[in-house]
């Protein structure tokens, strides 16, 4: 699960991340953290629109090489 810290310093700087649903790159969602409680995170993806995702989910910035989704 991604931590308190990570969400802030994500949303503080307004860097792009790359959320990690599973082993396939194109279900991977780009775009910035807006908002977050104790199992979801608001993100919005570069068309502006927003969508809530669990914070299971593997959270990266979209520069880094991309990681495999973490085991549930």
Partial sequence: MVSEEQLDAFRLSGETVRVVRDEMEINDVLGIVVAWDETSVVIRKPSRRVVKLSREYRYMPATD???????H
Wanted: charged share 45%; glycine share 0%.
């Fill in 65 to 71: 090489e991309r990681l495999p989704a973490a085991d």
